[in-house]
């Protein structure tokens, strides 16, 4: 029965039907998005809150400084509690105990504003606690709630403290007693003025300023609502644009990703630019994959995959698409750099390295080593957006690209782990005036390129190990 009630006062206070799945975005962004807004959200509420209480607990003592005020001081505590039972009960989806602990708000903030202080020597008529106007502090804890909830728990919040203010007033009404003895005092002593007379009644509950108070709290609290809500669309497209970002990071470097976040420049401009082109490929995978079984050779390729990666982004580069068992990283693009070529050059050798560090663990582990080859090329290409209005790739093509592929497939002939043009070299050595950049690597003259009619020189890096 208890259950069934919570899971009533969950549809009243944040839209959502007993029974039914919240309403909690199941993208990662944005759930992740909400709940460190609710987090932070909630522990501001909690903090404001405490400061809120502590300066009405210095400013009471104040205003009535009298022994009655401690009454009020241990409430105060109470709320102080409840606040922190808020910040343990934060969930990003709708929480029970979280509706529990609203109506535990109001439903002590009611009685501090009907119920007679029972410290206070003097007896007073119930409808005489309205003439003190606490009302005004439900707006206080309706402020909190616009820190820390959704717009629909600030909605359900109004609704739910009409309504208890409403049964409050109803009660004092049912409670007062038939007899009334400063009523006819006051009447007798204005009788020709009955308005004021009951102005100055305390019996008076006095309907008209309390229907007021409802009515204005409620509108406030829509009001709030509804920015509460524009906030939250603020907060969803903000998740929107930083998945955007993070699937662009997936392919550019983070570098690359914070300028392209501040240019209006759409990629899809189709331009033509000089860039490096680095292309990486596991040599005598087929065999290996022949001897392995399915699971362990998309490992390994992940493996391979996430290294090389790693060392692109390191480097400036931008990973253009993988190969299977090896992958094409661009230099350059989206946008051009002062070391596009070193990076490139650079980045390969990196990369070299890692292997050799993978294959000390591959064979400690008694996993045979993997190799892989490099062919870096340096040259204009055509750059742009590919594909229809619903489906966009950001493409690299040109002559440079297929000799880059060529150059790479080059190694296994010249018995080299990486291959480079001239134009690589010349372009890296003037980027940075260290012709130290191909030390180590030996000339091969005349090497015939497929796809490209006159024979071209070649610089190559020996393998560590000899390549298959």
């Known amino acids: 029965m208890a259950r069934s009630n919570i899971g009533g006062w969950r549809y ?36 404001a809150r405490w400061f809120a209480l502590a300066v009405i607990a210095v400013m009471l003592p104040i205003v009535i400084f009298r022994l009655e005020v401690i009454y009020y001081e241990m409430l105060l505590l109470l709320f102080a509690l409840i606040g922190w039972a808020q910040l343990r009960a934060a969930r990003v989806e709708r929480s029970g105990m979280e509706v529990v602990l609203l109506l535990c708000d109001l439903a002590l903030m009611t ?36 820190l820390a ?25 049912l409670l007062q007693p038939d007899a009334k003895p400063y009523t006819g005092i006051v009447y007798g002593a204005l009788p020709d003025n009955p308005r004021m007379a009951e102005v100055l009644d305390p019996h008076s509950i006095r309907f008209d300023i309390r229907i007021q108070e409802v009515v204005i709290f409620f509108l406030v609290a829509m009001t709030l609502s509804l920015t509460v809500r524009r906030f939250s669309d603020l907060l969803l497209d903000h998740a929107v644009l930083e998945r955007e970002r993070t699937n662009l990071a997936r392919y550019f470097s983070p570098n690359v990703v914070e300028e392209l976040s ?11 630019q000089n860039i ?53 990283a661009t230099f350059g693009t989206p946008v051009s750099g002062d070391q596009d070529a070193a990076n ?77 043009t001239t134009e690589m070299v010349e372009e890296a050595t003037a980027e940075t005036g260290d012709n130290a950049l191909a030390s180590g690597f030996t ?26």
């Not at 007896?123 to 804890?141: A, K, T, V």
């Not at 501040?262 to 033509?272: G, V």
Request: hydrophobic share 45%; net charge negative.
């Open 12 to 47: 009243f206070v944040e839209g959502i039907a007993p029974g039914r799945a919240p309403d909690v975005p199941q993208d990662d962004f944005a759930r992740t998005s909400l709940e460190l807004h609710k987090r932070e959200g909630m522990l501001l509420a909690v903090r």
């Open 111 to 146: 009685i501090v504003v009907v119920v007679p202080n029972p410290l206070a020597p003097t007896d007073w008529p119930l409808g005489i606690q309205y003439r003190f106007h606490s009302h005004q502090y439900f707006y206080i804890f309706l402020a909190f709630g616009t």
């Open 149 to 173: 909830y959704s717009w629909r728990t600030v909605r359900g919040y109004a609704s739910m403290a009409a309504l208890i203010w409403g049964f409050g007033v109803l009660i004092v009404w």
């Open 262 to 272: 501040k240019n209006d420049e759409p990629l899809k401009q189709i331009r033509t």
């Open 276 to 328: 490096a082109v680095l292309f990486v490929d596991i040599v005598g995978f087929t065999a290996f994959a022949a001897q392995k079984s399915p699971e362990d050779v998309i490992f390994t390729l992940r493996e391979f995959h996430k290294r090389m990666e790693a060392e692109v982004f390191r480097h400036h580069g931008t990973l253009d698409k993988y190969l299977g068992d090896g992958l094409m």
């Open 344 to 420: 490139a050059l650079t980045c390969a050798k990196a990369m070299v390295g890692v292997m050799a560090d993978w294959n000390t663990m591959r064979l400690a582990a008694g996993e045979p080593p993997i190799m892989a080859s490099f062919g870096l090329h340096y040259g204009p290409a055509v750059l742009g957006d590919l594909g229809g209005e619903n489906r966009l790739e950001f493409a690299v093509i040109g002559n440079t690209v297929n000799v880059a592929s060529r150059i790479e497939a080059l190694t296994r002939t010249l018995g080299v782990q990486i291959a480079m």
């Open 443 to 468: 000339l091969f003259e005349g090497c015939e390129i497929k796809g490209v009619e006159e024979k071209l020189p070649v610089w190559g890096l020996p393998a560590q190990t000899n390549l298959q």
